[in-house]
């Protein structure tokens, strides 16, 4: 991402392993934000007003190029909060609020539940 344009705008560029190989290309038309990567490499979604996750068709071969962006999904419509990432499969994780709940303002990481949940409350033991 990039506000040299006055707001925030995506980009791709291509790379090696050692730095950045070339110039990078619009991938936003009118404003992004937050971008992420399809785990196959082909797809880049991101952000834009208002509310939209748009998604774009990412080829290398024979040069860097990229299709023009297409709304995927309607934020408010799910009810979505902005928080996503791409899965491994292709669908997308979303926190999604309430009928009446407003922006979520935090959100909890909890790890180790498991072991966590064992140490508050012990297993059972059979006598």
Not at 49 to 69: C, D, G, Q, R, Y
Not at 109 to 117: A, G
Request: proline share 6%; aromatic share 8%.
């Amino acid at each position: 991402m990039s506000d040299d344009s006055g707001r925030q705008e995506v980009y791709v560029c291509p790379y090696h392993d050692d730095a950045i190989a070339g110039a990078g290309i619009p991938i936003s038309t009118d404003g992004g934000a937050r971008p992420r990567w399809a785990a196959d490499g082909k797809t880049l979604y991101y952000w834009a007003e208002p509310n939209w996750l748009m998604a774009v068709s990412i080829t290398t071969e024979p040069t860097l190029n990229a299709s023009k962006p297409r709304q995927a999904l309607d934020r408010d419509q799910l009810r979505g909060a902005g928080i996503l990432d791409v899965l491994p499969d292709g669908r997308f994780s979303m926190i999604q609020k309430g009928e009446d709940e407003g922006d979520i303002k935090q959100v909890n990481v909890v790890f180790n539940w498991f072991e966590e949940l064992k140490a508050k409350v012990p297993a059972e033991t059979s006598r």
